[in-house]
């Protein structure tokens, strides 16, 4: 094993790249064009208009992005933490299917159209629905097996009951909706979207930073962290609780993006060491590059639809992930 | 340290498996906890540790440890279990600084005091040697020292091991007995299970021998360790001698 790099010098170079990849998320458009030359025309003709562009349209898809981003890293590595296994992702616990569940229903039954806001609170009601019944199956005092396996069935059910919804769709434009949502995308969203989200993110990170002393004990133990004075289900739910909010109010403005809460602490691990605590800080900040980064990629291509997000992290995620493993192979084999 | 155990009942899955256990202990004492497998060693000392319910009472300085604040319960009471483990590749000075944890204040680092302690159990447990090796590359003997460092580190008046020499060599086993009574001599109290009858006799300064949930004997270890005791509780016939060095060598069962 390689020696872990400084963790403050890790958290400065990932703090000075994520914000340079969110200076270039709201100057970067379509084409790849820093400031293209159809928003230079504008600014020329309106600048009013340009302003509100760069305002409305690429500030919040860039915060979103920072945003979503930061979720998936922190919550991932919060969640690996917890469950003390490498494989764990924030989708595990059925609130991110949940969430893109409550979101679909509203397309479903054609209340998109009544209000811009109405997507993001089914998604959030649909995350809190989730959250709920995982409660209610795995008990006051959950064990590890028993959150795994609730959260699975949730995510397989609501999975199921997403297909139903696009099965059923009663409307093409519907279905094209769903299945975009499906994808995750950043691409129009709205400042009163990023305001919607933000106190339920806010939550949802501090409930899960409130658990880092924890989580290091954890790495020796559910007797031994208990031992050491922290108890078991009050770690369990301010994780589980963090978790499910972030990143059900990451899913209902932006789909699910997958691969980001997964592979990140694994990269983050081989940088800053394996010790849960000093994982969270570097998984945030390298979960909102990877996102930001990733955004700025599906703007490259110049014609045709643009790639989805959540497509293009997953073709990116799952082969860094096969590499993880083999190199996670050659060291230990 | 003064522990206090008044009729002392606890269950697991419904079968009771500690009954009506009183005993007391006090300051610097390295008490051994044996007894055939299944006669509640392991559960009695998680009931100490706050870790299972229990009825009746269990006190540590007159309170009652599960009415105990967490944190001042994990700074009180240190406890390492049976085949503890790392579940991270964690780098040795790391894990052993997680027995400050209890001490820590939130949002505080480490203080000098705390550092100190790491150092004084990392000396105590001779592991300052691979202080920054990943402790899942280490053999399984220095494993143990490294996790009976940690243990150490929270520097509790009251140390609960369970099976700490459990696959270990001679060599290995007994440096972990000696880290224990040296410990144990510092005013502390350590209350080990153990399967090792020679070496339950030779370290402790008194044992406790629990058959079937019930405290059989309870004394110095040549009280305990009886030809009478051995026979009815572990069912074995063993010759026992040394003097000064004590030894227990099982030869037969008897039944």
């Known amino acids: ?333 | 340290m003064h522990l206090s155990l008044t009729h002392v009942h606890a269950s697991l899955g419904g079968t009771r498996v500690i009954r009506d256990v009183s005993l007391a202990a006090r300051d610097s004492a390295f008490i051994g906890l044996i007894g055939p497998n299944g006669a509640g060693k392991t559960t009695l000392v998680r009931a100490v540790a706050a870790l299972i319910p229990h009825d009746g009472l269990i006190e540590l300085d007159g309170q009652a440890v599960v009415a105990m604040e967490p944190r001042a319960r994990a700074r009180a009471i240190a406890y390492l279990a049976q085949g503890a483990g790392s579940h991270w590749p964690l780098e040795v000075s790391r894990l052993v600084a997680l027995g400050r944890l209890p001490h820590l204040a939130p949002f505080r680092q480490p203080a000098p005091a705390d550092e100190a302690a790491i150092a004084r159990a990392m000396h105590l447990a001779d592991v300052e040697n691979f202080r920054g090796r990943d402790v899942l590359t280490l053999s399984g003997g220095e494993r143990a020292r490294v996790l009976l460092a940690r243990a150490l580190a929270v520097e509790a008046p009251l140390l609960l091991v369970d099976e700490p020499v459990a696959s270990l060599d001679p060599y290995h086993q007994l440096g972990i007995m000696e880290v224990l009574r040296a410990y144990a001599g510092a005013g502390r109290t350590v209350i080990a299970v153990l399967h090792d009858l020679s070496l339950a006799a030779r370290y402790c300064d008194r044992l406790i021998l629990l058959d079937q949930g019930v405290v059989k004997a309870d004394g110095r270890p040549d009280e305990v360790l009886t030809p009478a005791n051995l026979e009815e509780v572990y069912r074995i016939r063993a010759v026992i001698g040394g003097e000064g060095e004590r030894f227990v060598l099982p030869v037969a069962r008897t039944d």
């Open chain 1, 1 to 333: 094993m390689t020696r872990p790099l400084n963790a403050w010098l890790v958290n400065l170079t990932l703090t000075a790249l994520t914000l340079a990849l969110l200076a270039a998320s709201i100057y970067v458009g379509r084409g790849g064009e820093f400031l293209t030359d159809k928003f230079r025309t504008m600014v020329e003709i309106d600048r009013e208009l340009a302003w509100l562009v760069l305002t409305e349209v690429r500030l919040p898809r860039a915060l979103l992005g920072l945003l979503v981003g930061a979720t998936l890293g922190l919550t991932g590595a919060g969640l690996q933490g917890l469950l003390r296994n490498p494989l764990a992702e924030p989708g595990l616990i059925g609130a991110s299917s949940g969430a893109a569940l409550g979101a679909v229903l509203v397309f479903y039954f054609g209340m998109a159209v009544g209000s811009a806001m109405l997507v993001p609170l089914g998604g959030i009601a649909g995350a809190l629905a989730a959250l709920a019944t995982l409660y209610l199956l795995a008990g006051r005092n959950p064990s590890i097996v028993t959150i795994i396996l609730a959260g699975v069935a949730i995510s397989a059910f609501c999975g199921a009951l997403t297909s139903l919804a696009l099965n059923l769709s009663p409307s093409p434009y519907a279905a094209l909706e769903i299945v975009f949502w499906m994808l995750g995308s950043l691409t129009d969203r709205s400042m009163a979207q990023v305001w919607f989200v933000l106190p339920f993110m806010f939550v949802g990170w501090l409930l899960v930073l409130s658990t880092a002393r924890a989580l290091d004990a954890l790495s020796l133990g559910e007797d031994t962290a208990s031992t050491l004075g922290f108890s078991r289900r009050s770690v369990t739910l301010r994780a589980i609780a963090g978790t499910g909010l972030a990143v059900g109010a990451a899913v209902s403005v932006t789909g699910v993006i997958g691969f980001v809460g997964l592979v990140v602490p694994h990269l983050m691990r081989s940088l800053v060491g394996p010790r849960p605590a000093s994982l969270l800080l570097p998984s945030a900040l390298a979960g909102a590059a990877l996102v930001l980064a990733a955004d700025l990629l599906v703007r490259l291509p110049t014609g045709g639809p643009e790639p989805k997000l959540g497509v293009v992290t997953a073709l990116i995620g799952a082969p860094f992930f096969l590499w993880l493993i083999l190199k996670t192979r050659r060291e230990h084999p």
